[in-house]
Nanobody, 121 residues
Framework: QVQFVESGGGLVQPGGSMRLSCVASGFSFNDYAINWYRQRPGQERELVAIISHRGSSTNYADSVKGRFTISRNNAKNTVYLQMNSLKPEDTAVYYC??????????????RGQGTQVTVSS
């Protein structure tokens, strides 16, 4: 079945850096764009970054543009989120996800269990 496993979260001081990883399985990873999104306490889910299936195109939320970088290694079925200049408002549970189709028509969104990122001094 489709699985995403995020890792790399933890506690970091403001201004620090952290890299999240997401390992995917159960589908043809190379064929799909992958998203990172986050859920901050008491707030709605926010799409943070998207990367195209070959990694040639990326997009970012305005709140993270210039600080976060999404990348992927298709040989390892892994997507990364490099986060620099972290701020307390980046504190959230971070998830990777994708909408996957097994019949070419119907798409189902899958996500991992998430990894907690806490930015605090």
């Amino acid at each position: 079945q489709v699985q995403f496993v995020e890792s790399g979260g933890g506690l970091v001081q403001p201004g620090g850096s952290m890299r999240l990883s997401c390992v995917a399985s159960g589908f043809s990873f190379n064929d799909y764009a992958i998203n990172w999104y986050r859920q901050r306490p008491g707030q709605e889910r926010e799409l943070v970054a998207i990367i195209s299936h070959r990694g040639s195109s990326t997009n970012y939320a305005d709140s993270v543009k210039g600080r976060f970088t999404i990348s992927r290694n298709n040989a390892k079925n892994t997507v990364y989120l490099q986060m620099n200049s972290l701020k307390p408002e980046d504190t959230a549970v971070y998830y990777c996800s994708a909408a996957v189709s097994f019949n070419g028509r119907d798409y189902t969104s899958y996500r991992g269990q998430g990894t907690q990122v806490t930015v605090s001094s």
